[in-house]
């Protein structure tokens, strides 16, 4: 079955770009969509189609997607963009998550 | 503003049966895919069923088919998610969402409703 790989953790440094990564077999053929969930909250949509940020997302989330891995960057990170994001693509009609990526600010 | 608002959550017996809601506003829900997305305490998102705009295409996560049913009213703006033969591992906080379009992301939650299968 199609399976989403990311790193259990990212750390970065305020003001810093943080990159998270999504592995997965042929995803640079698939559309690849980010979401931002903080504690105790919903998640939030922040890239779409790869690279596409909705409507009142910072332009410091950016997506792209090729071979076999999609990256998030945020650049100039924030203390507020501390949080689990999740990628997610569809196979076959069947939606699937990757694991999470904690990022944490410091 | 779009509003979606999950209930019908709670204890229940495993093996036994619940039925979520999820009642939508500020949109026209009959043109719009839905699904439900769940998880489980301190663990990650799990994609679970969708359905279409009229509801005559459904798919569900292997790990649900056969027990789990979705559907919706469209004059009553509303999704459902029947869950018959439940599990302690269906233990979980389910989200309806509401598909974003062409390329099927989820551009609306709502604030979720926990099941907790336990005896």
């Known amino acids: 079955s199609f399976e989403l790989t990311q790193p259990p953790s990212v750390s970065v440094s305020p003001g810093q770009t943080a990159s998270i990564t999504c592995s997965g077999d042929?995803?640079?053929?698939?559309?690849v969509c980010w979401y931002q969930q903080k504690p105790g909250q919903s998640p939030v949509l922040v890239i779409s189609?790869?690279?596409k940020r909705p409507s009142g997302i910072p332009e410091r989330f950016s997506g792209s997607n090729s071979g076999n891995t999609a990256t998030l960057t945020i650049s100039g990170t924030q203390a507020m963009d501390e949080a689990d994001f999740y990628c997610?693509?569809?196979?076959?009609?069947?939606?699937?998550f990757g694991g999470g990526t904690k990022l944490t600010v410091l | 503003e779009v509003q979606l608002v999950e209930s019908g959550g709670g204890l229940v017996q495993p093996g036994g049966s619940l039925r979520l809601s999820c009642a939508a506003s500020?949109?026209?829900?009959?043109?719009?895919?839905m699904h439900w997305v769940r998880q489980a305490p301190g663990k990650g998102l799990v994609w679970v069923s969708r359905?279409?705009?009229?509801?005559?295409?459904?798919s569900y996560a292997d790990s649900v088919r056969g027990r789990f049913t979705i559907s919706r009213d469209n004059a009553k703006n509303t999704l459902y998610l029947q869950m018959n033969s439940l599990r302690a591992d269906d233990t979980a906080v389910y989200y309806c969402?509401?598909?974003?379009?062409?390329?099927?992301?989820?551009?609306?939650w709502g604030q979720g409703t926990l099941v907790t299968v336990s005896s």
């Open positions: 359905i279409n705009s009229d509801g005559s295409s459904i």
């Open positions: 969402a509401r598909d974003g379009g062409s390329y099927r992301d989820f551009d609306y």
């Open positions: 500020g949109f026209t829900f009959s043109s719009y895919w």
């Open positions: 189609q790869d690279n």
């Open positions: 997610q693509a569809w196979d076959g009609g069947i939606g699937v």
């Open positions: 042929k995803l640079g053929d698939k559309y």
